[in-house]
């Protein structure tokens, strides 16, 4: 944690419990998710967001990705869901970040059913309404692609064309997603450029800097994200609800805060987070007073 809400918005709805693994640097915490999957039957899967994740940004390191192919569940229907939604979201095509194959790993492990891979081009060319695609064992596959024939009699084929037209290869890709860095970067740039201006060193908050994706994840002193979220819509900018990135909206800590700044205008984007420094210092500072 803290990671993409629909995830747990999907996973509350088929009433599974959830279980907070916390992020760090190059992915989850191995050792916790290690115990957790070895020792107790009832894990059944998690999420993982392995490359510019939501909201953090964080990529996982070649020893994350090697430590989950090699995990030993206790339940045999284990398996890992590696949305890999951000794979050619960078911001810095000079600064490209790649990750392991997971599905190479997991063979190599000899555990080749532990893992569904799949991505979609829903931040590439139509939220929600275009092409998704997923990776796994043969006898994945075939399992999942069982229940599919009851879920949909035919995909959409007009978009499905529209995307192999558009897309003929994945140079074409990314020669495309450079140009959402073009319009992404400027606006990333600004935000860290008026953050650090105004509360580097301040020891009150501090925030992820990513080399791709669509999120900047922001944490503020304990006890304050819900507070500036509610000052930040009286003042006329609506954000994320603070708690959305954990599972039933409960951060904790209540410190994590989901910076998107991909829709505004970059003069709004500047707006929007000089008015967010100024509110995060005041409830700092109402914060320390009433220690
Ligand atoms: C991690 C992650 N997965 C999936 C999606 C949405 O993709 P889709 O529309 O294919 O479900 C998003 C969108 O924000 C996301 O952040």
Known sequence: ??????HFAVTEAFGVTMLNIPLKEDGPDMDLVEKYVSEDPAVKGIWCVPKY???AGTVYSDEVVRRFANLKPAAPDFRIFW??????????????????NILDEAEKAGNPDIVYVFGSFSKITFPGSSV????????????????????TIGHNKIMQLM????FPDREAILAHMKKHAAIMKPKFDAVEEILSEELGGLGIADWSKPDGGYFISFNT??????????????????????GATYPYHKDPEDRNIRIAPSFATLEEVREAIRIFTVVVRLASVEKLLSE
């Open 1 to 6: 944690m803290p990671g993409y809400d629909r």
């Open 53 to 55: 994740g939501n909201p």
């Open 83 to 100: 949305d890999n939604a951000y794979n050619v979201h960078h911001l810095d095509f000079e600064k490209q970040r790649q990750i392991l």
């Open 132 to 151: 998704s695609g997923l990776a796994s064992s043969k006898a994945n596959l075939e399992d999942i692609a069982g229940n599919m024939k009851y879920q």
């Open 163 to 166: 995307h192999a037209r558009y």
């Open 221 to 242: 002193m304990e006890g304050c994200a819900k507070t500036v979220v509610a000052m930040m819509k009286d003042a006329g900018v609506t954000m994320t609800g603070a």
